[in-house]
């Protein structure tokens, strides 16, 4: 850091400032309120971040239990690549995963140039941007939310968040007992671009697909008033 | 940067005469407000938001040198380098040094309009280093040689077809047909996949700065800006000051109103947050982060009466929704930021001198104002400018002069109106007959375009004054 350069920008910074106590500024921001948040598009958390899901254009399978899962997992890994292989994050809850059930050979890790899918288990998802949301470290590597051409992302249904509030409440509360991860990855849809003439085409730099595995008791009522809402557009 | 702004009138003029170019940006300048209305009318309550972040943000720019200190411990906890950078080359310098430190050759670079106006890439690649842009639209541009034309659609101005052949002469890939958008946006990932993985150093930018934690937050779309976050070495992130927030929920705030404004989307593909380097027990990241605050003339901007446009969150609204934007394209502005934005900010961070014409460049329509999320008076700005233009001269004499007599006349009631009475009868019996004028003196800037309609044959006040009369017989 250059001190001199420090010095002189935050001199002129203090001149333009009040210099009020630590204290009055915080009550000041404090009596700010917080902001609105979005409308969601259905009172009950769970159709509405799977509403969201699909109007981000991702695709969604809703599992009741982890066998269930792995098969759908496998079923969209050879209906796109006709094979069994994928990279997973070396999550504890994707090792316990029952791979047999469904013929699948993940590889614990980080993804490699060249390899197509990979999985992740998102920590949440948020219902009022129907965004999968990870914190990088050992279990998660970042690179496999944003290299592969294919994101696989296993949610469970008890970890849905309403709004971005609740989830910085529960980021917040993490941070509060030491850990502070490197990166927190929000993925709200495979990645895009309208850069050539304002016409929107998917699988810019990231991912081109984006898969969602909802994991948990959703009832089909839930899914098909999801499905609903979104054909509704 | 080089700055043309000198030379508004000529850019514009040469942009109105591509009549193409002028159907594209017509198309542009009706689906984008469009978007932006649908996203803003699904959100709720969006006057709220909009109205809690303008007091949030203007709250942090009063108590910036509190927020700013909090931000430098917290990112200096996390493991980043902090720097200040006073001036453009300063920034410049300062990255171009880490690069050399850490003996690195190839950079991938997000999309940063503060490195745009540092001319960031044009100092490192004469330092030596492979500087590759990696947004779509800034490749697009930096391949072709020219700068953005809109600061969230850089390349926006070109066609499929220009892109097409563009692709095709600079890409050594073969005979093939890239016929459609889909093509040339796989055949950029392809490209520049192995750019990403060979650099030695990302450099990204930021949407916002969290006191309260020290974490950047980063709003993408298409994942290039988190490539250049992970995959590198090292990270640079190059921003301003004036990005400093207090808490992660007004970043969420910024959020939800930055995307809507921008591009009409809900919520972006990738937004992410990033506190620091790697950590012993993390899978991968940076070894080494580095955050560069420029100011820039920001201190200076925070000192004068147009410290609310410190408020900017660069979202572009207010280019999409600027008739004269619309009409004659980003690249008339001449420099970095265009649009009403760029009209206030130019002459902020160069000079008024440099950018005469710009704050000129507006009809005063307040569409800008009513579709910033900041709610920055930006049409007040303008006029402000403008009026200092005056006062320093920089304003042409006849400009002035006619200005004065203006006003002189205008101050007058009496003789306003008998002499705008003579007139508007005057110009009744020389043009009523044919209902209007193709050629009129002082007036050929619109009779070379339009005719110009001749007047009933008398004043609003004269007409108003005898129709009082007669309602009181």
Known sequence: ?233 | MEQHSQHFKENAARALADASAVAQRDILALFTPLMREAAVSEFGDFAALRDHVKKMRQHTLDNLDYYLARFELEATNNGNRIHYAETAEDMNSIVLDICQQHGARKVAKGKSMVTEETGLNDFLQRGGMEVLETDLGEYIVQQAGETPSHIVGPALHKTQQQIREQFLENHDLGERDLESIGDLVGEARTVLRDHFLEADVGIIGSNALIAENGYSMLVTNEGNGDLCANLPSVLIICTTLDRVLPRAEDATAIQRLLVRSATGQPQTCYTSFYSGPRRAQDADGPLETHIVLLDGQRTDILASDYSEMLRCIRCGSCLNHCPIFAATGGHSYGWVYPGPMGSVLTPLLTSLEASEALPNACTSCGRCEEVCPSAIPLPDMLRDLRHEQSVQKITPASWRNGLRLHAWIATRPRLYQALTGIGISLMHRLGGKKGGFSKLPLASGWTSKRDFPAPQGETFMRQYRRRSQSNER
């Not at chain 1, 998660?140 to 294919?150: D, G, K, Q, V, Y």
Request: hydrophobic share 40%; with cysteine.
């Open chain 1, 1 to 233: 850091m250059n001190d001199d350069s420090r010095s002189r920008i935050m001199s002129k910074v203090r001149g333009s400032c009040a210099g009020n106590e630590a204290a009055v500024i915080d009550q000041a921001r404090e009596a700010l309120g917080s902001a609105p948040s979005a409308a969601l598009p259905h009172t009950d958390t769970c159709i509405a971040f799977m509403t969201n899901v699909l109007r981000n254009q991702g695709t969604l399978d809703v599992a009741p239990d982890r066998s269930a899962a792995v098969k759908m997992i496998a079923q969209y890994v050879y209906q796109h690549y006709r094979s069994h292989r994928l990279v997973a994050g070396n999550d504890p809850r994707l090792a316990a995963m029952p791979w047999r059930d469904g013929g699948v050979l993940p590889r614990f890790g980080e993804l490699e140039a060249g390899e197509q899918i990979a999985l992740s288990y998102a920590q949440w998802g948020v219902a009022e941007t129907g965004a999968t949301v990870f914190l990088s470290g050992k279990h998660n590597p970042s690179r496999n939310n944003f290299l592969p051409e294919h994101h696989v992302v296993l949610v469970d249904a008890d970890s849905l968040l309403p709004d971005l509030e609740t989830l910085w409440q529960r980021v917040n509360a993490s941070m509060a007992q030491g850990d502070r991860p490197r990166g927190i990855n929000c993925v709200a849809g495979p990645s895009s671009t309208g850069d050539i003439e304002g016409q929107i085409v998917y699988g810019a730099h990231g991912p081109r697909a984006w898969h969602v595995v909802l994991l948990g008791e959703v009832s089909a009522e839930q899914s098909d008033t999801a499905r609903a809402l979104h054909a509704g557009e």
